[in-house]
């Protein structure tokens, strides 16, 4: 999935793969993919990366992994800090 986030707040976010998740219809997450991420680097593609987003540098996008069935309905992904969700964006 090729995730693009933009920083709209006034404090910097910090962005990072970990930080990452998404949610199915049941409340079952799914973290990130590392291996297949890593993967995709030596590939030649553009992952996301840990990446702090301010006012200088408020967006970033790359693609980002996550293990799960291709037939497994998505209802959101999530950006969580320090175990706290910070932001929810559903999926239509």
């Known amino acids: 999935m090729l995730l693009s986030v933009k920083n709209y707040k006034n404090n910097p976010v910090r962005i990072s793969p970990d930080r990452i998740e998404v949610v199915d219809f049941r409340g079952n997450g799914y973290p990130v ?4 991420m890593k993967v995709r680097k030596i590939f030649g593609q553009k992952v996301l990366e840990n990446k702090k987003l301010d006012a200088n540098n408020p967006y970033t996008n790359g693609i980002i992994t996550f293990d ?4 497994t309905p998505i209802s959101y992904i999530v950006l969580k800090e320090n175990g706290d969700e910070i932001t929810r964006k559903y999926f239509q």
């Open 33 to 36: 993919d590392k291996e297949e």
């Open 68 to 71: 799960l069935d291709k037939s």
